[in-house]
């Protein structure tokens, strides 16, 4: 099972006070070029997985969709979510993404923000995904960006022959990192970006669209905590589509 970090009342409540919590998708830096790529959404049924406090979902709505299932871990995120929507056409429902069943051919768009560096068995989860796709349907994601979760050793492994062999935490290491971002020990997992993309491809997916954004210099202006991000990229945005027949 997922580590359920944002029903932790520390990290819960500190995570209230980003601006993307407060503001939504407009408190969101990259969310208008998430917006530029998305299909039109009229008529279509949308899944968003690690779903929040809901802003995606209801904004798929605004944008036409006719049916809408949001998927969290956190029962603390699911109830924001519930409190702040007022529509019979979106489901919240509570979800172990490691674990996550959805019935095939039946969603025209799988979206998800920053959740999927906490999954550990993503290729179990982009199966599910491109069976859960209709033809020609899209699954548009973002997650922290590999230079991001990697961050610089603080040692060495050592083989057998008590010899140095490469450095702890490098960026071709893959897999577990513990961070103390808003609570202690946060797990994340760190994969290389080419192992998100085969693992896409090993699917069937065809890669649309990928963006390691960066803040524009006017964004940086306006909010002046951006400008660290300028000297590497802390997201990435993926959009791949599953062939139509």
């Given at each position: 099972?997922?580590?359920?970090?944002?029903?932790?009342?520390?990290?819960?409540?500190?995570?209230?006070?980003?601006?993307?919590?407060?503001?939504?998708?407009?408190?969101?830096?990259?969310?208008?070029?998430?917006?530029?790529?998305?299909?039109?959404?009229?008529?279509?049924?949308?899944?968003?997985?690690?779903?929040?406090?809901?802003?995606?979902?209801?904004?798929?709505?605004?944008?036409?969709?006719?049916?809408?299932?949001?998927?969290?871990?956190?029962?603390?995120?699911?109830?924001?979510?519930?409190?702040?929507?007022?529509?019979?056409?979106?489901?919240?429902?509570?979800?172990?993404?490691?674990?996550?069943?959805?019935?095939?051919?039946?969603?025209?768009?799988?979206?998800?923000?920053?959740?999927?560096?906490?999954?550990?068995?993503?290729?179990?989860?982009?199966?599910?995904?491109?069976?859960?796709?209709?033809?020609?349907?899209?699954f548009i994601f973002t997650a922290e960006h590999p230079i991001y979760t990697a961050p610089k050793?603080?040692?060495?492994?050592?083989?057998?022959?008590?010899?140095?062999?490469?450095?702890?935490?490098?960026?071709?290491?893959?897999?577990?990192?513990?961070?103390?971002?808003?609570?202690?020990?946060?797990?994340?997992?760190?994969?290389?970006?080419?192992?998100?993309?085969?693992?896409?491809?090993?699917?069937?997916?065809?890669?649309?669209?990928?963006?390691?954004?960066?803040?524009?210099?006017?964004?940086?202006?306006?909010?002046?905590?951006?400008?660290?991000?300028?000297?590497?990229?802390?997201?990435?945005?993926?959009?791949?589509?599953k062939p139509a027949a």
């Amino acid at each position: 099972m997922s580590q359920n970090i944002y029903d932790n009342q520390t990290f819960f409540d500190g995570y209230a006070q980003l601006s993307r919590s407060v503001q939504g998708l407009d408190g969101a830096p990259e969310w208008p070029t998430i917006r530029s790529i998305l299909p039109d959404l009229q008529g279509k049924k949308v899944v968003d997985l690690g779903c929040g406090y809901g802003w995606f979902c209801r904004s798929a709505r605004e944008q036409g969709a006719t049916q809408v299932l949001g998927m969290d871990l956190s029962e603390k995120m699911l109830g924001k979510a519930k409190e702040m929507t007022e529509d019979p056409a979106i489901e919240y429902r509570q979800q172990d993404l490691e674990a996550l069943q959805l019935p095939a051919a039946s969603f025209d768009l799988v979206y998800s923000s920053l959740t999927l560096h906490y999954i550990e068995d993503l290729g179990k989860l982009f199966a599910t995904v491109y069976q859960a796709l209709v033809n020609g349907g899209e699954f548009i994601f973002t997650a922290e960006h590999p230079i991001y979760t990697a961050p610089k050793h603080q040692g060495w492994l050592v083989d057998e022959a008590g010899q140095k062999s490469w450095p702890i935490n490098g960026y071709q290491q893959e897999g577990q990192r513990i961070s103390n971002w808003l609570a202690e020990g946060v797990i994340k997992q760190h994969r290389m970006l080419g192992t998100y993309i085969n693992l896409l491809v090993q699917q069937g997916f065809t890669i649309r669209y990928l963006n390691e954004w960066g803040p524009s210099a006017q964004q940086i202006a306006d909010n002046l905590a951006l400008d660290e991000e300028k000297e590497r990229p802390m997201i990435f945005i993926l959009a791949v589509q599953k062939p139509a027949a």
